[in-house]
């Protein structure tokens, strides 16, 4: 597609329960990045995609949090046990090596 | 360790007067740099960048930013101030031997008319 596409848009789930954040990158893009945002936040590094395996998911907070990639485009963020914590915006982007991101408009999860 | 530093959280300015937003980084190799807008409610769009060559580099919306390598800074600009500028917007740097961008912690730009 033209862009960065993430599904949903906004998501509320009850503290406890899984949730899938799905992101569809710009189609040949290799590398694939998810960030997070809290509530006036910057943005926090979760994990980086090149093709399907990830060399750096050093930003994962937990063990709770987990992504993978396929065919080297869709990627799913999975997120276990949700917390109050886990509230956020939750932002994907795809990039070639020297250009920058281009970001989606993100996930916007509420844990309650 | 690298990283990048926005020292103000907020930047205000008249409509029409000039404005800077802040950045510099700290130093390991020679590092790619970036700006990012944030309008409310929406992602964030790429304004400009710097990899190599001139230091003084030109981006949309009428934005400048100039690459200081002695000071490591990499401050964005934009000669008159619009009310529509008002954002958050966010330096990042980028190593040649990484592929992650590592982001500021973002400046909220507030242009009064």
Not at chain 1, 22 to 27: E, F, K, L, Q, V
Not at chain 2, 4 to 15: G, L, M, R, S
Request: glycine residues 10%; contains cysteine; hydrophobic residues 30%.
């Amino acid at each position: 597609g033209a862009g960065v596409s993430q599904s949903p848009s906004n998501k509320v789930t009850e503290k406890g329960k899984d949730v899938e954040l799905r992101c569809d990158p710009i189609s040949g893009h290799t590398a694939l990045y998810w960030y997070r945002q809290s509530l006036g936040q910057g943005l926090e590094f979760l994990i980086y995609f090149q093709g399907n395996s990830a060399p750096d998911k050093s930003g994962l907070p937990s063990d709770r949090f987990s992504a993978e990639r396929t065919g080297g485009s869709v990627s799913t963020l999975t997120i276990q046990r949700t917390q109050q914590e886990d509230s956020a915006v939750y932002l994907c982007a795809s990039s070639e090596r020297t250009d920058g991101y281009t970001f989606g408009s993100g996930t916007r999860l509420t844990v309650v | 360790a690298q990283s990048v530093a926005q020292p103000e959280d907020q930047v205000n300015v008249a409509e029409g007067n000039p404005l800077t937003v802040k950045c510099t980084y700290s130093v390991s190799g020679n590092p790619y740099l970036f700006w990012y807008v944030q309008y409310p409610n929406r992602g964030l769009q790429f304004l400009l960048k710097y990899i190599t060559g001139d230091n003084l580099v030109k981006g949309s919306y009428g934005f400048e930013a100039e690459f200081n390598k002695s000071q490591t800074s990499f401050h964005l600009k934009k000669p008159s101030a619009l009310v529509s500028d008002s954002a958050l917007y966010f330096c990042a740097v980028r190593y040649y031997n990484t592929d992650k961008l590592i982001f500021g912690t973002g400046t909220r730009l507030q242009v009064f008319p």
